[in-house]
C-alpha cells in the first residue's frame, strides 16, 4: 500500500505536498528521458562497434563461374589499372622494371607501422589499400602513411565483395571510407580495389557492372600483375620469389600489411625491395605509373622511357614539395566534418566497448556467484531449518496486534479481515485508516461486524503517510509482538502462528514471511510469481543464513514492539521504511530471520505501469536507505557486522550487479549480429539454464507448481529489461538528487485466501 506522506500536525501540509509531487512528477519526465538517451547511446556505440568489427550484411557469394560475356576484352587483356574517359574504360600498364607496391586490409597497429619504417629506409614509395573501418580505427597511422608521401585507396569500409551487394551498399562502402581518410588525414583518394579482386582476367560479368559504375564516378580501379600471396605465409624466401615479375616486366604487386599475421611479409619486404633495386628496378605508386604513362603519350616515348619520370614524382612527393599524390584530394566543407565526427564516434567506441567487456566478465562473475550462492546456502538453511530437533525454543502462544495500515483499500480490506478471522493464533486487529476517501474505515468496521470479529479496532487518522499508520499503530498495540501486513493482502490461517514461533528466541528482534503472488494467473502476474519466488524467497534465505537480511516485506513481517520503538519506529526518511527499519533494527543488535512457513498473498501491481511504479520506489527506496545507514561501514558491534557484511551484499546483488546485467544481454544481442549467432544462442540459453535451474530448486523448496517456469525464457526476453530500466531510472533520480513520492497503485480486490486453504 502506498500514500502521499504530507508532514503531520500542519493544516498547510496537503498543499505543500501536491506542489511537491508535482514538482516531483515534472523532474521524472527528465530523468526517463535520459535512461533511455543512455540506453539508445551504449546501443549505437555497440552498433558502430560491431559493424566496424564485422561484415554486416554478408559477404556470402551465391554466384560462381559467372563468365565474362559482357567484359570488353581489352579489359581483360589488359594493365592492371582501369580508368574511365569519356565513359570509355582504358587500361594502363606498369612500365618495365617499375614496380608499384601495393599493401591490402590495412591499416594495423602492429603490421603497418613495421611496414612504413622499412619503406622510409628503403626511401620507397607504395600504394595502401585501406580498409575504412580499420581507417577510423587507427586514424594515427593513416596519417602518418600520407605524411610520409605514400598513397592510399579505397578497399570498402567493412571487406566485403561489392560484386554481389546493392547499389545503396556500394554508395555506403564508399562514402564511409572516404570519410574515414578525411577525418584520420584529411583527404579522399579516387584510387579503388576491389576486396577479393586479383588479375583483370579474372572480371567476371557481376563485378564488371560495380567497376564501371565506380569508373563513371571517377575512380580508378587497381589490379594486380603479380600476387605474393603472403596472406598464405608460405615463408619470407617465397613470398619474395612470387613476388618478383618475370623477366624485366613492370608489374603492380600486391601484398598485405594487415588482415591477419604478417610476420612473414615485414621480413620479406626488405629482402624484396634490395633483390629488386639490384634487378635494376625503380619503386612508383599507382599515380606514378598513370603519371608515367600520360607523359609517355604526350612525349611518344617508349613505355620503358618514363620510368625514371615516375620515379622523379615520387621522389618530389617523398621530399615533401607536394604532399599531395595525385590520387589525393583534400578534403573540406562538411566532408571534413563528418570524417571527423566519425573518427571522435570510433574512439569513443573503442574505448567504451573494452571497458564494457571488462564489466561483463566482472558482471557475469557476479551473477554466476550469487546463483552459487543462492542454492548452496539456501539448501544449508532448508535443511537447518527442516530437522527435527530443530526449534525456536518454546511454542509462543501468547496474543499478538496485527497491524493493517490501509489507505484507499476498498476492494481489498474485507479479503484482508477475513483471512484473519480464520487466523490459528490469537490475535487483535488493528486497522489504521490513513485518511481514506473511499470509505475503507466503514468497509472494514462492516466487514468485522459481519464475520463477528470483535477483536478489530480501526483508527481513523489524517492522510500521513504508510511509516505514520504503522507507528499510530504500534503505540495503540495491545501486544509486545506486532505483524504488519498491507490492506491489499492475505494471510493463510496458519500464518501468524508460523510468523511469531521465532520469538521464542530473545534474540530476534523481527521476522520476515514469505510473501506470495496471488493474481499469478496474467502473463504479468507469472513474471512477478518467479521473481517473488527465486529472487526473494532464495535471498531471503541466503541473507538469514549470513544474518543480514536486509527488508522485511510490507505484506508479511511481525516485530518485537520494543525492539521498533528503540529504533525510533518506522521512519518516513525514505521510501523503502520496510528496508529502513530491518536495517536500524541490525544496527541496534537484534537478531532478523526468515520464516518460510508463514505465508502471505498479496496483489501484485495488475499493469506494466503499475509495476514501473511500484519497482521504482522499491528500488530508489533501497537506495536512501542504504545511503542513511552508510556508517555501518565503519561502527563496532553488530552495527558494523551488517554494514561488512549485508551492507556490501546488498549493494552488490540488487544494484551494482542489476544496473549492469543488461551487458549480458547486450553483448548477447551483439554477438549475435556481428559474430557467431549460434554461439551466442547457446551461451544465452547456458545462463537461462542455470537460472531455470535455480528457479526449479526455489519452486521445490516453496512446493510452488513448475509450469510457471514455462514464461521463464518470455520473462528473461521482456519483463527483466523492464527492470533493467526501472533500476537505471532510480539511480539517474538517486545521482540527481531527486525525491520520489508515495504513490497509491490501483487495486482490484482480486485476491482472496488460497483455495485450499482455511
Not at 621530399?319 to 566543407?333: I, K, M, S, Y
Request: net charge positive; glycine share 10%.
Amino acid at each position: 500500500m502506498t500514500t502521499t506522506t504530507p508532514s503531520r500536525g500542519r493544516r498547510r501540509a496537503p498543499t505543500r505536498i501536491e506542489r511537491a509531487a508535482g514538482k516531483a512528477a515534472a523532474l521524472q519526465k527528465p530523468r526517463v528521458i535520459l535512461a533511455l538517451l543512455l540506453l539508445l547511446g551504449l546501443t549505437s556505440v555497440m552498433l558502430l562497434d560491431g559493424y566496424l568489427r564485422a561484415e554486416v550484411g554478408g559477404d556470402e557469394r551465391v554466384r560462381d563461374g559467372a563468365g565474362s560475356s559482357k567484359v570488353p576484352d581489352k579489359i581483360l587483356n589488359g594493365g592492371p589499372i582501369i580508368s574511365f574517359r569519356g565513359g570509355q574504360a582504358t587500361t594502363t600498364s606498369v612500365p618495365a622494371k617499375t614496380i608499384a607496391l601495393t599493401f591490402d586490409d590495412g591499416p594495423n597497429p602492429t603490421y603497418t607501422p613495421q611496414v612504413l619504417k622499412i619503406l622510409e629506409k628503403y626511401d620507397v614509395p607504395a600504394t595502401f589499400f585501406v580498409v575504412g573501418s580499420m581507417v577510423s580505427r587507427y586514424p594515427g597511422i593513416v596519417k602518418d602513411m600520407v605524411d610520409q608521401g605514400n598513397e592510399v585507396g579505397i578497399h570498402t569500409f567493412t571487406h566485403v565483395d561489392l560484386s554481389y551487394q546493392s547499389d545503396a551498399r556500394i554508395r555506403r562502402e564508399m562514402t564511409q571510407t572516404q570519410l574515414a581518410l578525411a577525418g584520420a588525414a584529411g583527404i579522399t583518394t579516387t584510387l579503388f580495389r576491389a576486396p577479393y579482386s586479383s588479375e583483370t582476367d579474372a572480371i567476371d560479368n557481376y563485378s564488371w557492372p560495380v567497376y564501371k559504375k565506380l569508373g563513371e564516378e571517377g575512380y580508378t580501379s587497381v589490379f594486380v600483375d603479380t600476387d605474393s600471396d603472403d596472406w598464405k605465409k608460405p615463408g619470407v624466401s617465397k613470398i619474395v620469389k612470387w613476388a618478383t615479375p618475370s623477366g624485366t616486366s613492370g608489374a603492380s604487386v600486391l601484398m598485405h600489411d594487415a588482415g591477419g599475421d604478417r610476420e612473414q611479409t615485414v621480413k620479406a619486404l626488405p629482402e624484396y625491395i634490395e633483390k629488386m633495386r639490384a634487378k635494376g628496378y625503380t619503386f612508383t605508386t599507382i599515380s606514378g605509373v598513370i603519371e608515367a604513362q600520360n607523359t609517355a603519350a604526350r612525349a611518344g616515348q617508349q613505355a620503358n622511357a618514363p620510368a625514371g619520370a615516375g620515379g622523379q614524382l615520387q621522389g618530389e612527393n617523398r621530399n615533401g614539395t607536394d604532399r599531395l599524390q595525385a590520387a589525393h584530394r583534400e578534403a573540406t566543407g562538411t566532408t571534413l566534418y563528418e570524417g571527423k565526427a566519425l573518427v571522435v564516434a570510433v574512439a569513443v567506441a573503442e574505448y567504451t566497448v573494452p571497458t564494457l567487456s571488462v564489466g561483463l566478465v566482472i558482471v557475469g562473475v557476479a551473477v554466476m556467484g550469487r546463483f552459487g550462492m543462492m542454492l548452496i546456502l539456501a539448501r544449508r538453511h532448508y535443511r537447518l531449518r527442516n530437522k527435527r530437533r530443530f526449534s525456536w525454543g518454546p511454542t509462543v502462544t501468547r496474543p499478538v496486534t496485527v497491524i493493517v495500515p490501509a489507505y484507499n483499500e476498498k476492494e481489498c480490506i474485507a479479503n484482508t479481515l477475513e483471512s484473519l478471522a480464520k487466523s490459528t493464533h490469537p490475535i487483535e486487529v488493528v486497522v489504521v485508516d490513513d485518511g481514506s476517501s473511499d470509505g475503507t474505515s466503514e468497509i472494514a468496521r462492516e466487514a468485522a461486524r459481519s464475520l463477528g470479529m470483535t477483536n478489530v479496532r480501526v483508527i481513523r487518522q489524517e492522510n500521513a503517510g504508510k511509516p505514520a499508520a504503522l507507528n499510530n499503530g504500534v503505540r495503540s498495540a495491545s501486544h509486545d509482538i506486532v505483524v504488519m501486513m498491507d490492506g491489499d493482502t492475505v494471510f493463510e490461517p496458519d500464518t501468524v502462528r508460523q510468523l511469531v514461533q521465532p520469538f521464542a528466541n530473545p534474540e530476534v528482534g523481527a521476522v520476515a514471511g514469505n510473501a506470495k503472488v496471488g493474481n499469478r494467473d496474467t502473463v504479468i502476474g507469472a513474471w512477478q510469481h518467479i521473481e517473488y519466488v527465486m529472487g526473494f524467497n532464495l535471498d531471503r534465505r541466503m541473507y538469514d543464513l549470513l544474518r543480514c537480511m536486509p527488508t522485511i516485506p510490507g505484506a508479511i513481517g511481525a516485530f518485537r514492539r520494543e525492539a521498533v520503538l528503540q529504533v525510533g519506529g518506522m521512519s518516513e526518511d525514505t521510501l523503502a521504511e520496510d528496508t529502513d527499519i530491518t536495517i536500524a533494527m541490525h544496527r541496534a543488535g537484534w537478531r532478523v530471520v526468515y520464516q518460510e512457513h508463514a505465508r502471505a498473498w498479496t496483489e501484485a501491481p495488475g499493469s506494466l505501469k503499475q509495476l514501473w511504479s511500484q519497482r521504482y520506489r522499491w528500488s530508489y527506496g533501497t537506495m536512501q536507505a542504504l545511503w542513511k545507514h552508510r556508517k555501518s561501514l565503519t561502527d563496532k558491534g553488530p552495527s558494523g557486522r551488517f554494514g561488512r557484511v549485508g551492507m556490501p551484499l546488498v549493494v552488490i546483488f540488487q544494484i551494482v550487479t542489476p544496473v549492469f546485467a543488461p551487458l549480458i544481454d547486450v553483448f548477447t544481442a551483439y554477438s549475435m549480429i556481428f559474430v557467431d549467432f549460434r554461439a551466442a544462442l547457446y551461451a544465452w540459453l547456458a545462463v537461462l539454464g542455470v537460472q531455470l535451474v535455480c528457479a526449479a530448486y526455489a519452486f521445490k523448496l516453496d512446493k510452488e507448481k513448475y509450469r510457471y517456469l514455462l514464461m521463464m525464457p518470455l520473462q528473461q526476453l521482456a519483463y527483466r529489461q523492464m527492470m533493467y530500466l526501472v533500476l537505471i531510472h532510480s539511480c539517474i533520480t538517486a545521482l540527481t538528487g531527486g525525491r520520489l513520492r508515495w504513490q497509491k497503485l490501483k487495486r482490484t480486490g482480486e485476491v482472496g485466501t488460497p483455495a485450499g486453504v482455511g
